[in-house]
């Protein structure tokens, strides 16, 4: 299966307004809000072959919330899934980007590629959660690749590869974690310094933007450390205990 | 440190840079005590640096931006990997790089002195990170320990035993510690010290000023 | 491969490398790396993320060096790649002090325009763009940088846990030995993209666990390594 959904914001005398909500089943989009939108799964998957794209385009001043409704399970198949999803967030615009967890099931191939091109000023919170297969399950492989630019400079370049047993467990990559996770805040943040607390970090990055980085035993947990890193990231300082 | 550190590298002859003291001995033997004293009883006259090489902690460089006796900023600490002697000997970069960054950042420094972690008679400083170099000793080990020699106790440009204040108490006898030395460092100067009874090193501190004028004198 | 590779690889190089563990030293106080076989896997992982970077950042550089990827890049921009691959600062600010530290010894040792160039650009250059100037001013090619950057990746962790565990020194180079069959024989995963995007695509894995270790390092009261 190869799908295509689209999502477009415009500002409309002064307020977001979404002219382009293109839904590609299984990627379905729904308009929650007045400027938030949900993904509803409307298919199993992705499934081994399967391609699904998603592209969104965050007009200069708009503001847009994008979430899912419920975690993605990919799923084997004939040859590898992959997801690509491109953003573009413009000049003054916001964009909070919190689906829920892929959750990479036993014998999976997957793939997930994301391209995030930022304007100067724009504001981005952008989580991604990978649970290591399902309770109890040996997850498939996948390989997720993200690139972030702001004003053409490069801000984020990360990979994170799962299913090579040897090199998940290792003390330094998840060691003994079974999801990972990150959020990506992009804007001014009153945070100067880095701050850890177990199994997460709260990272300055070289650019105006701050990483959390998080592992944990599984995706509550997870959950918990990615927000506390949030929350850690607005204030500038801990958030109280995680 | 951020990309937009100054390049400073300094050309290895020595020419118009401070003259850079290194201070060794074995732990405890009173090398912080030697520094700060240095940076008291020179401080008011000359442009001072001060790099620390503590083992475990920044706990020489803490201690001697309590004592106040010299503007914090001029105090750095190198982390030595396990390994003091071979920070001041075989891989002398984060010490160099250190010093450089003082000389870069309040220079023209005059002296910039090296405090080594504390290690055994044989840890000496590369002539490449210390022009001249100080070994301390003290009497608490006994009086043997110059007799052991060792290239710290042979070689430095200056070999200061302290604690002179301790000898009775530990039955030292100093005046075989003075012949054992002039056997083994031939007319290489010894001083002896009580850091507790000399709170300013006075003897020390004017071997050092010689040296610096001398070093002034050649590199500038 | 040229020989001037094996003199930066040699840990007895006067670059300020022993005083770096790479995040082995907080992973021994955690107790994470705690024998020969935790220690084996730490730098297995260690060298397939951090340490492929490093292996295609140094590469990258190297052809940077040598003149062979013209287009509107310059140091700084490689220099920048190698900042959006390091997340956490601590981390960055190891690779800037090694990379300051070596650029001033094959500055000395290899003296060519491209370092000073470099030194110019990027006084206190990440690591890799260090080790791959320096390889190309030692006359050495993008592989071999690859193959030092790879091995650096592992080798300065490994002595460090010698130090920290009192570990068996010759388990702990059959563990290298071992990884040394994982080292790149070619620049990263792929070849060096032509001249189009010459940097975007480089490898650029993440390792989390060595992010959260790097910041406690930078916070422990109490340590011996800078890193
Ligand atoms: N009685 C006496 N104690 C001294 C004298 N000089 C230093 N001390 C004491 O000896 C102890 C060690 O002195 P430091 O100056 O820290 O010695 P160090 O050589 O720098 O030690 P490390 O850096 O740990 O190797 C301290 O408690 C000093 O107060 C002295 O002349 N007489
Ligand atoms: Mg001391």
Same mark, same amino acid.
């Given at each position: ?6 999502l477009?914001?415009?500002l ?10 293109r ?5 379905? $989009? *729904?308009? @929650?809000?007045?400027?938030? !939108?949900?993904?509803?799964?409307? +298919?199993?998957?992705p499934?081994? &072959?399967d391609? =699904?794209?998603?592209?969104?385009d ?8 994008l ?19 491109t953003?573009r967030?413009?000049a003054?615009?916001t $964009? *909070?980007? @919190?689906?829920?967890?892929? !959750?990479?099931?036993?014998?999976? +191939?997957?793939?997930?590629?994301? &391209?995030l091109t =930022? ?18 399950e040996q997850p498939g ?11 053409g400079r490069?801000l984020?370049r ?5 299913? @090579?047993?040897?090199l ?10 079974r999801c990972? &996770?990150?959020? =990506?805040?992009?804007?001014p943040v009153?945070?100067?310094?880095a701050v850890?607390?177990?199994?997460v ?35 500038g300082?801990?958030?109280g205990?995680v | ?6 390049d400073?590298?300094?050309a290895?002859?020595?020419h118009?840079?401070?003259?850079r ?38 706990e ?12 914090e900023d001029r105090?750095?600490a ?5 390994c003091?002697h ?7 970069a ?24 504390g ?10 990170l210390?022009?001249k ?19 710290g106790v ?16 530990v ?7 003075a ?14 010290t ?9 003897a020390?501190a004017?071997w050092v000023r010689d040296?610096?004028?001398s070093w002034?004198?050649q590199?500038? | 491969m ?6 930066l ?11 770096h563990?790479?995040g ?48 509107p ?10 900042d ?5 600062p601590a981390q960055r600010?190891?690779?800037r002090?090694?990379g ?5 010894v094959?500055?000395r ?5 491209v ?5 110019g650009?990027?006084p206190s250059?990440h ?20 193959l ?5 990746a592992i080798?300065g ?6 130090r920290?565990?009192?570990l ?12 040394s069959r ?5 620049p ?5 993209p032509?001249?189009a995007a010459?940097w975007a695509?480089?490898p ?11 910041e ?6 109490v ?5």
């Amino acid at each position: 299966m190869h799908a295509r959904a689209a999502l477009a914001t415009a500002l409309v005398a002064g307020r977001t307004s979404i002219p382009v909500l293109r839904s590609a089943p299984p990627l379905t $989009l *729904r308009q @929650t809000g007045p400027h938030s !939108v949900h993904l509803i799964s409307t +298919a199993a998957g992705p499934l081994g &072959g399967d391609r =699904l794209e998603l592209d969104l385009d965050v007009a200069p001043g708009t503001t847009l919330e994008l979430g899912s409704v419920a975690s993605t399970l990919v799923l084997p198949g004939p040859g590898e899934s992959r997801t690509l999803i491109t953003a573009r967030v413009g000049a003054g615009a916001t $964009l *909070r980007f @919190t689906p829920e967890p892929t !959750v990479l099931a036993a014998g999976c +191939a997957h793939r997930i590629e994301v &391209g995030l091109t =930022l304007a100067s000023d724009a504001r981005v919170l952008w989580r991604e959660e990978i649970v290591f297969g399902r309770y109890g399950e040996q997850p498939g492989r996948c390989h997720a690749r993200f690139d972030a630019t702001l004003d053409g400079r490069p801000l984020l370049r990360q990979e994170f590869t799962v299913g @090579t047993p040897a090199l998940d467990t290792s003390p330094a990559v998840y060691g003994d974690a079974r999801c990972v &996770g990150t959020t =990506l805040i992009a804007g001014p943040v009153p945070l100067a310094e880095a701050v850890v607390a177990d199994g997460v970090a709260v990272l300055p990055l070289a650019g105006p933007a701050t990483l959390v980085s998080a592992l944990a035993l599984d995706a509550v947990a997870l959950r918990t450390r990615l927000e506390w890193g949030e929350s850690t990231a607005s204030r500038g300082r801990p958030a109280g205990p995680v | 440190m951020s990309a937009d550190h100054d390049d400073h590298h300094h050309a290895p002859d020595g020419h118009g840079r401070a003259l850079r003291l290194g201070v060794g001995g074995p732990v405890g033997s009173g090398k912080t005590a030697l520094v700060a004293a240095l940076c008291r009883t020179l401080g008011p006259t000359l442009q001072l640096g001060v790099v620390t090489n503590d083992i475990y902690t920044t706990e020489d460089a803490d201690f001697l931006r309590k004592a106040g006796v010299l503007d914090e900023d001029r105090i750095l600490a190198v982390e030595t990997g396990c390994c003091p002697h071979t920070a001041i000997r075989d891989d002398i970069a984060a010490n160099l790089d250190a010093v450089e960054t003082l000389e870069n950042r309040f220079g023209p420094l005059h002296l910039v002195i090296v405090e080594s972690g504390g290690d055994n008679l044989t840890a000496t400083f590369s002539r490449g990170l210390a022009d001249k170099q100080i070994f301390v000793l003290d009497v608490s080990g006994g009086d043997k320990v110059p007799r052991k020699g060792g290239p710290g106790v042979t070689t430095a440009d200056l070999l200061v035993i302290n604690k002179t204040d301790l000898a009775p108490l530990v039955g030292a006898d100093l005046d075989v510690m003075a012949k054992d030395s002039a056997a083994v460092r031939g007319d290489r100067p010894v001083l002896f010290t009580s850091i507790r009874q000399d709170p300013t090193a006075a003897a020390v501190a004017a071997w050092v000023r010689d040296q610096v004028q001398s070093w002034l004198h050649q590199h500038h | 491969m040229n020989a001037a590779i094996l003199l930066l690889t040699d840990s007895r190089l006067p670059a300020g490398g022993h005083a770096h563990s790479g995040g082995v030293e907080q992973a021994v106080t955690s107790g994470a790396v705690h024998d020969v076989p935790s220690l084996g896997s730490f730098l297995r992982g260690r060298l397939h993320t951090t340490g492929a970077v490093a292996t295609a950042l140094a590469a990258a550089s190297c052809a940077f060096a040598s003149g062979t990827a013209d287009g509107p890049w310059a140091w700084d921009g490689l220099d920048a790649e190698v900042d959006a691959r390091t997340a956490s600062p601590a981390q960055r600010a190891a690779s800037r002090v090694q990379g300051r530290l070596l650029l001033r010894v094959a500055r000395r040792l290899w003296p060519s325009p491209v370092l000073e160039e470099l030194a110019g650009a990027v006084p206190s250059p990440h690591h890799p763009l260090a080790l791959g100037a320096a390889a190309h001013a030692a006359g050495a090619a993008p592989e071999d940088a690859a193959l030092a950057a790879a091995y650096h990746a592992i080798s300065g962790p490994a002595t460090a846990a010698v130090r920290l565990l009192g570990l068996d020194p010759v388990a702990v180079h059959r563990l290298l030995a071992d990884l040394s069959r994982e080292l790149p024989t070619a620049p990263g995963e792929r070849d060096l993209p032509p001249s189009a995007a010459p940097w975007a695509d480089l490898p650029a894995h993440s390792a989390p666990a060595l992010d959260v270790l790097a910041e406690r390092h930078a916070l422990a009261q109490v340590r011996l390594f800078v890193s």
